[in-house]
């Protein structure tokens, strides 16, 4: 598939890629403790089971098919790798009950109820006890949640990104990150859309202004070095 083929780097023009790197495209430093955020993993993002995204919206209409069953193992990577390491962990899923006084996080029209789906996160990469699930109301992990006072609280000086979708709260939580000063990495395998333009694209945006976008293997030899 074609994640596992080339990387986005490969898709955006490379005489793009070399204009940007003359100005752009900064590499963050990991720091000394980093904190995982997963980002609305749940069914009504990846579906309920690895299929194709034409059948996977059939049943939930926002879900992204293959691209997010793809994602899936790296993400139970990312989880092994930073739980193994006692770094904290949190989640996102929307929260739907503020978003019936405040509005939805996009513009979509909602065309079934998908609530149950917002709450459901696959087994493969269940929070763990004592993790913390983030409820959110609108894209940014970082629009009117704690997250911020959590991360002060905790002395979190960076931010590994993973989950969904790429253009959409993946994006609007690193460029919130950026703004507050947080060093912050996302995960190129472990991220997904619905659109792999869209995805590519948005990594390279994202790459370029707001956060350093590296591969798992990338990140994981990084975290190694942090014991030395």
Not at 25 to 52: E, M
Not at 90 to 119: C, F, H, W
Not at 205 to 215: G, L
Request: glycine share 4%; with cysteine.
């Amino acid at each position: 598939m074609r994640r596992l083929d080339y990387s986005w780097k490969d898709v955006m023009p490379k005489s793009e890629r070399l204009l940007y790197s003359k100005t752009f495209s900064q590499t963050n430093d990991l720091g000394i403790k980093p904190a995982l955020l997963v980002i609305d993993c749940t069914y009504a993002f990846t579906g309920t089971r690895k299929t194709t995204i034409e059948k996977a919206i059939e049943e939930v209409p926002t879900a992204c098919g293959e691209m997010a069953w793809e994602a899936i193992p790296y993400i139970q990577q990312l989880l092994f790798v930073i739980r193994e390491k006692q770094l904290p962990i949190i989640y996102t899923k929307n929260d739907v009950e503020s978003q019936l006084m405040v509005g939805k996080a996009t513009k979509s029209i909602r065309q079934v109820d998908l609530d149950p789906y917002y709450q459901l996160i696959p087994d493969e990469i269940r929070p763990s006890d004592g993790e913390w699930v983030l409820q959110k109301p609108k894209a940014s992990a970082f629009f009117s949640t704690s997250l911020v006072s959590y991360l002060y609280q905790k002395q979190i000086d960076s931010l590994i990104i993973c989950g969904a979708t790429t253009s959409g709260c993946v994006r609007a939580t690193a460029t919130d990150a950026c703004s507050y000063g947080i060093s912050t990495f996302v995960v190129e395998e472990a991220c997904f859309d619905r659109s792999y333009f869209a995805h590519c694209a948005n990594l390279f945006d994202i790459n370029a202004k707001y956060a350093s976008v590296i591969s798992f293997n990338t990140l994981n030899e990084q975290l190694l070095q942090m014991d030395q």
